[in-house]
């Protein structure tokens, strides 16, 4: 009985990663040893280390440090993983980011081009995309949040499909970070996945500093530096 109890508690903290990418890393021209170096980043990044070393992440695998310096420089190279800057409260530092790597694995899924079905159908389809994406079938309280969101919000299927790709790409894989998505999306006035598209854009384009801005001020304001637009800023 303690031993279940023990398993309980580890399956109790689960780790988010796109599904989409266990399905599509071969044809990425990824193999199984390149992919658990990208597991390490971003299990050690889910737990606030945003740029891991190379030492603790050769400590995490079978490779020495050099194995795997060789393996983030690939990475860099092929435009999968890039080290940008990031500046909070007056100080610089550096953190591993793998947009690259998503914007290719869900360069056909991000925004798929709808297709012709019926509005029950679409429906249907919405609770078994999130089952597949959470890994589980979902709790009776969460079938129950999704058809709020459909019944008494309206809020489009295909908004809601962007609303968890959303939440999958920021590893923010859970209902209230969703429904957080939605409910600003709405405030917005945001009603399809053509507008969030451009206000992501948007948002973006105007995070982005000028060379010179960013030598000129010394103490630069956080910022976003992810390609995808972080709706909500946490509390």
Known sequence: ???????????????????????????????????????????????????????????????????????????VQRNLLQIEDVQEENMRSQAYSLNG??????AETVYPEPEKKTDKEEEAAIFILFEQEFGRPLSPFEIETVTLWLDEDMQPPSLIKAALREAVLMSKLNFRYIDRILREWKRKGIRSVDQARKQSKSYHENQRPTAAAVRSEQQAPARDVSIYYNWLEED
């Open 1 to 75: 009985m303690n031993n279940d109890l023990n398993y309980q508690r580890m399956l109790g903290n689960p780790f988010s990663f796109p599904g989409i990418l266990m399905n599509k890393y071969v044809s990425l021209g990824l193999n199984e040893t390149e992919m658990m170096v990208i597991l390490h980043i971003c299990f050690f990044q889910q737990q606030g280390i945003m740029f891991p070393t190379t030492d603790e992440l050769a400590k995490k695998v079978t490779l020495s440090e050099r194995d795997v310096a060789l393996i983030l420089r690939k990475l």
């Open 101 to 106: 790597l998503w914007h290719l694995a869900f």
